[in-house]
């Protein structure tokens, strides 16, 4: 059974542009979760996708969005790409939300 | 929202020796309690996890421990090895549904 796959695995961008991450869940995993890894900061949420709907969405500025396509495939935008937007972004995917969480690899995001 | 409180930041045993971890939560509607250990460049993994209706569950040389009414919760490593190095994350579940972590535990096992 294939893991969540991440791409692309790095990513190097300059301040002002936008950028797409992608997040492929488990198989049968409908849920997907988004967050940010900084040394300082932990693991924050970003938000969660089920079904193709945000179901839940952390404390983070509209330049972050996202959206799940129809085989639960996720994608997270960031738009206007701040200095601080540097961190490994990792999605998780469960069954439903409710069960245990499987991570990707992560896309480790640097802005120049 | 929850709160989660991990403590200590980074944590060094010899080899053999034992590890706790622990960890505090705001929310006494949370539910859930996962650990995941991240090693250096690879991604969080899921090495144990307790309910709230347990009050402590083991995994060979891992344990967990769950005291509710003070809202925290420990990891216990016992017999550390040098493999056991990682940084190791708590994190609660409540009515939200999404876990909040806290800020990581780096464990180091000197061999």
């Known amino acids: 059974k294939a893991g969540v796959t991440q791409t692309p695995r790095y990513l190097i961008k300059t301040r002002g542009q936008q950028v797409t991450l992608s997040c492929s869940p488990i198989s049968g995993h409908r849920s997907v979760s988004w967050y940010q890894q900084t040394p300082g900061q932990g693991l924050q949420f970003l938000f969660e996708?089920?079904?193709?709907?945000?179901?839940n969405k952390g404390n983070f500025p509209g330049r972050f969005s996202g959206r799940q396509f129809s085989n639960s495939r996720s994608e997270m935008n960031v738009s206007t790409l701040e200095l601080g937007d540097s961190a490994l972004y990792l999605c998780?995917?469960?069954?439903?939300?409710?069960?245990?969480?499987?991570f990707g690899q992560g896309t480790r995001l640097t802005v120049v | 929202g929850e709160n989660v409180e991990q403590h200590p930041s980074t944590l060094s045993v010899q080899e053999g020796d034992s590890a706790v971890i622990k960890c505090t939560y705001s929310?006494?509607?949370?539910?859930?309690f996962p650990w995941y250990k991240q090693e250096l460049g690879k991604r969080p993994q899921l090495i144990i996890d307790?309910?709230?209706?347990?009050g402590e569950k083991k995994d060979q040389r891992i344990a967990v421990t769950l005291n509710k009414t003070a809202k925290h919760f420990s990891l216990h490593i016992t017999e550390t090895q040098p493999e056991d190095s990682a940084v190791y994350f708590c994190?609660?579940?409540?009515?939200?549904?999404?876990?909040?972590f806290g800020r990581g535990t780096s464990l180091i096992v000197h061999p």
């Open positions: 998780a995917s469960s069954q439903t939300g409710r069960t245990e969480a499987f």
């Open positions: 994190a609660a579940r409540g009515g939200s549904y999404i876990p909040t």
């Open positions: 307790i309910r709230s209706n347990v």
């Open positions: 929310d006494s509607a949370s539910n859930y």
């Open positions: 996708y089920f079904s193709e709907t945000q179901r």
